[in-house]
C-alpha cells in the first residue's frame, strides 16, 4: 500500500513552458485535491475532485487544469507557468465525507524561471 | 476565501516547555483539524474536532474547540526535539468538500 505518490519531486521550468504534476492513490479514495503551500501562507486548495469524471475550483484554479479519469489519478496540469507558481504542490486524497482524515502525499516543488 | 490567522508565527522553545498555539478565523467552523508537517513531507493529521467546547487529547497533545466556533487551541506538553515541524490548523467548508488551512506556527525545540 503506496499510500499517494507524486511525481516528479522536483521540477525546475522556464515561464511559459507546460508540465503535468503526477498524483495517485492507491486506498480507493474518492476525493482527490491538489494544493500549493507558499511561505506564511499555509496551504491553498487548487482543485478537487469528489470521483471519476468529477473535478471543481478550489481557491486558487487559475493557471492550472486538472482532469479525473480514473478513481487512482488526478494530474494537474500547468498550462503556461509563471513565476508567481513556484511553490510546493501537495496532492491529498480520502474517502467522501471523511475529508478530515486526507492523506498527503510528498509533495513536489516546483520552481518557475 | 476564508483566513485562518494562527498565532505565534513562531517558536523556539526548551525540550520538556509546554507549547501553547491558536487559530482564529473570521467565520463559524463546525469541524477544526490539526496538522503538523515535517521537514518535505506532506502535513499530518494529528487531531480533529467535531463539537464546539471539546477537548480532546492524542498523547501529549491536546486541542480545543472554541465555545464560538471561530478558534481553536492546540498544546503540546513536556515537548521533545521529535515535536519538530509546522502545525497547521485547518477547516472545511459546510460542504466538506474544500478545506482552509491557517498560516502555520512554526516549532523548534531546543535539546
Known amino acids: 500500500n503506496a499510500g499517494v505518490t507524486q511525481t516528479p519531486k522536483f521540477q525546475v521550468l522556464k515561464t511559459g513552458q507546460s508540465m503535468t504534476l503526477q498524483c495517485a492513490q492507491d486506498m480507493n479514495h474518492e476525493y482527490m485535491s491538489w494544493y500549493r503551500q507558499d511561505p506564511g501562507m499555509g496551504l491553498r486548495l487548487i482543485h478537487y475532485s469528489v470521483g471519476a469524471g468529477i473535478t471543481d475550483q478550489g481557491e486558487v484554479p487559475n493557471g492550472y487544469n486538472v482532469s479525473r479519469s480514473t478513481t487512482e489519478d488526478f494530474p494537474l496540469r500547468l498550462l503556461s507557468a509563471a513565476p508567481s507558481q513556484t511553490s510546493v504542490y501537495f496532492c491529498?486524497?480520502?474517502?467522501?465525507?471523511?475529508?478530515?482524515?486526507?492523506?498527503f502525499g510528498p509533495g513536489t516543488r516546483l520552481l518557475v524561471l | 476565501g476564508q483566513q485562518l490567522n494562527q498565532s505565534p508565527q513562531s517558536m523556539f522553545i526548551q525540550e520538556g516547555e509546554d507549547v501553547s498555539m491558536n487559530c482564529t478565523s473570521s467565520s463559524i467552523f463546525n469541524t477544526w483539524l490539526w496538522y503538523k508537517q515535517e521537514p518535505g513531507e506532506g502535513p499530518v493529521l494529528l487531531i480533529a474536532?467535531?463539537?464546539?467546547?471539546e477537548l480532546t487529547s492524542n498523547g501529549r497533545l491536546t486541542a480545543q474547540f472554541g465555545i464560538t466556533r471561530k478558534d481553536s487551541f492546540l498544546n503540546i506538553s513536556a515537548s521533545i526535539p521529535s515535536d519538530v515541524g509546522i502545525y497547521f490548523c485547518a477547516g472545511p467548508t459546510n460542504t466538506g468538500n474544500q478545506f482552509y488551512f491557517g498560516t502555520g506556527t512554526s516549532l523548534t525545540v531546543i535539546p
Open positions: 491529498a486524497s480520502s474517502y467522501l465525507g471523511q475529508g478530515q482524515t486526507q492523506y
Open positions: 474536532l467535531y463539537k464546539a467546547g
